[in-house]
C-alpha cells in the first residue's frame, strides 16, 4: 500500500477494519497475505525507535492485514503505535534521492525492519519532512480517537529533589497534574495562577495526594493574557535558580476579543504570555533549565501567511497570523477564518515554533561557552484529555465551532488527565538523553513527532520572533 493509498478512504477502512479485528460493523474483510518485497541493501538493519517516526501506523496495519488485530486487537495496537518503520521498494533503487516520488514510497512487514531516519536521509529535506509532517498528522488523530485504548505511559521516577518548577495555569487540569507529579517526585513547585484563591484550592488538592509535599508547594499571582501582570511576577521573584518552566495556561476562548492592552486575547493568553514570561526570567533560569510548552495535538490545524505583518497591530485581529486566511482559486478574494478553534491552533502552533527557534539560541548560547550548561526547550500535546478547558468554552454552537463541539459531545473517548500530563511531567524530568541532549521538538506520548514547525520555511520561522519581540514591546535576538 502506497502512503497516498492508506491517507485515502479505503485505506483508512481497511486499517480501522484491522485494528478493531474486523468489529466495525461493516462487511468483513479477509485479511490478504503482503506480496513479497525487497529492500535496499544498505538500508537494512535493526528497527530503532526513530525521532522522526515516518510510517503512519494505521498504514502498517491496512498493509499486512495485521492478522493479530484480530485476536488481540489491544496487544496489537501496543506493538504498532511505537515503532513504526518504512522501506522503499526495489524498483527504485536507481533512482537518485532527488528523484523519489512519495507514491513509490511502500510499507512492508516481511522485510528487515530499516529505522526512519535513515531512510529520510535519502530524500530530500523538504519532501522528507512533508512526508513525515502528513504521517504524523494522521497517527496523532489516530491517537486522539484510539488513544484510551492504549497501555499507560510509564510512570517517571527521576529524583527532582531540590529543583525549583514553576507552572503557569497550575490550579487545574493539565498544569495541576504535573504540578502534583512533579511534587510527588520531590520538586519545590510554584503555582503561577490568575486567581489566587483557585490556587490556594489546588495547593490543598495537591497536599492531600502528597502529604510529603507540604511546605514544597505554593503560588503566586499571574495573568499570562496581560504584560503588566507577567511583568509584575517577574519582579517579585524571589525564590532562586528555577529549573523548570511550564509554560503551560491557555485558554479555548474568550467572551472578550482584546485585552485591555490591545492584543487579541486568545493569542496573548496562549502564546504572548510565555514568549514575555520566558525572555524576562532567562537571568533566573538554571544553567541547564528546561522550558515546556503544553501544546496540542490542534496545532497541525494552525495555518499561517508568509506576509503578516512584523509589527504588533494593536486591537486586529490580522488573517494569517492571528487566525489563518486562505484565497478562493476562482474569486481570489482572501476569505479568513475567526472560529475560536482556529485561533487556538495558531497559537499552539506558536509555542511548537517557539520551542524550535528557541532552542537554536540556546544552543548557540551552549556552543560558546560550554561551561554554561545547556538549556532545553520542549513542546508537547496531552492529546485528547478531558479536563476543564471543555467548560470554558463559551458562546459556541456547532455551527460556529463544530471541533470543540464534537470533543465537548465525545469527552468518552478522552484520556485521564494523568495520561495527558505524563508527557509533560517525563519532559520536565527525565534524564533521558533525547530529552536533556536535544531539545526544540514536539512530543506525543513520549514520543517525538514532526511538527508544523519543521516544515515551515526558514524565512517564515525566522519572522516570528521578530513580530512577538514587537507584540511583546521586548528587544530579544
Not at 502534583?180 to 495526594?209: F, P, Y
Request: charged fraction near 20%.
Amino acid at each position: 500500500m502506497t502512503l497516498e493509498e492508506a491517507i485515502s478512504g479505503k485505506g483508512m477502512r481497511d486499517a480501522i477494519h484491522g485494528l478493531t479485528g474486523g468489529r466495525t460493523g461493516g462487511r468483513s474483510r479477509k485479511p490478504q497475505k503482503p506480496r513479497p518485497s525487497k529492500a535496499l541493501p544498505h538500508l537494512a538493519g535493526p528497527c530503532t525507535h526513530s525521532a522522526l517516526p515516518l510510517s503512519f501506523s494505521l498504514q502498517r496495519a491496512a498493509a499486512t492485514g495485521i492478522k493479530a488485530a484480530q485476536h488481540k486487537p489491544l496487544q496489537t495496537l501496543s506493538s504498532i503505535f511505537p515503532s513504526p518503520y518504512l522501506v522503499i521498494s526495489s524498483p527504485f533503487t536507481n533512482h537518485r534521492p532527488s528523484k523519489m516520488s512519495p507514491s513509490k514510497l511502500t510499507t512492508t512487514t516481511n522485510l528487515t525492519p530499516v529505522p526512519t531516519s535513515r531512510v529520510l536521509s535519502l530524500l530530500p529535506t523538504s519532501l522528507g519532512n512533508t512526508i513525515a509532517w502528513s504521517s504524523d498528522l494522521l497517527t496523532s488523530g489516530a491517537l486522539l480517537v484510539v488513544g484510551k485504548l492504549l497501555p499507560a505511559l510509564p510512570k517517571n521516577e527521576t529524583d527532582m529533589t531540590g529543583k525549583v518548577v514553576v507552572v503557569t495555569g497550575g490550579n487545574s487540569g493539565i498544569g495541576l497534574q504535573i504540578a502534583t507529579d512533579l511534587a510527588r517526585l520531590g520538586a519545590t513547585v510554584i503555582l503561577a495562577c490568575r486567581n489566587l484563591s483557585k490556587a490556594a484550592t489546588a495547593i490543598d488538592q495537591i497536599l492531600s495526594l502528597v502529604p510529603t509535599a507540604k511546605g514544597r508547594v505554593s503560588a503566586r499571582e499571574l495573568d499570562t493574557s496581560l504584560k503588566s501582570s507577567v511583568q509584575n511576577f517577574v519582579k517579585q521573584w524571589d525564590l532562586g535558580k528555577i529549573d523548570v518552566l511550564v509554560n503551560n495556561a491557555g485558554i479555548a476562548s474568550s467572551d472578550a476579543e482584546f485585552t485591555k492592552e490591545g492584543l487579541e486575547t486568545m493569542y496573548a493568553t496562549n502564546f504572548l504570555g510565555s514568549f514575555l514570561l520566558t525572555f524576562l526570567l532567562d537571568a533566573h533560569l538554571a544553567p541547564d533549565a528546561r522550558v515546556v510548552f503544553t501544546s496540542s495535538t490542534g496545532q497541525y490545524g494552525g495555518s499561517f501567511a508568509p506576509d503578516f505583518a512584523l509589527q504588533s497591530t494593536p486591537n486586529v485581529a490580522e488573517p494569517g497570523f492571528h487566525h489563518p486566511k486562505f484565497t478562493l482559486p476562482v474569486v481570489g478574494t482572501v476569505v479568513a477564518r475567526k472560529a475560536p478553534e482556529t485561533r487556538y491552533s495558531n497559537t499552539k502552533l506558536m509555542q511548537v515554533v517557539f520551542a524550535k527557534l528557541l532552542q537554536r539560541r540556546y544552543d548557540a548560547a551552549f556552543a560558546k561557552d560550554k561551561n554554561a550548561g545547556k538549556r532545553t526547550a520542549h513542546a508537547f500535546t496531552p492529546g485528547f484529555t478531558f479536563t476543564p478547558i471543555f467548560s470554558k468554552v463559551t458562546k459556541t454552537s456547532i455551527f460556529t465551532d463544530p471541533l470543540f463541539e464534537t470533543l465537548k459531545a465525545t469527552t468518552r473517548l478522552a484520556t485521564d488527565v494523568s495520561v495527558g500530563a505524563a508527557t509533560g511531567v517525563w519532559l520536565a524530568s527525565t534524564r533521558d538523553e533525547s530529552v536533556w541532549g536535544e531539545g526544540g521538538g514536539y512530543w506525543d506520548r513520549m514520543t517525538r513527532r514532526v511538527s508544523g514547525a519543521d516544515v515551515m520555511p526558514e524565512e517564515t520561522l525566522e519572522k516570528f520572533w521578530s513580530r512577538w519581540a514587537s507584540d511583546a514591546g521586548v528587544e530579544w535576538r
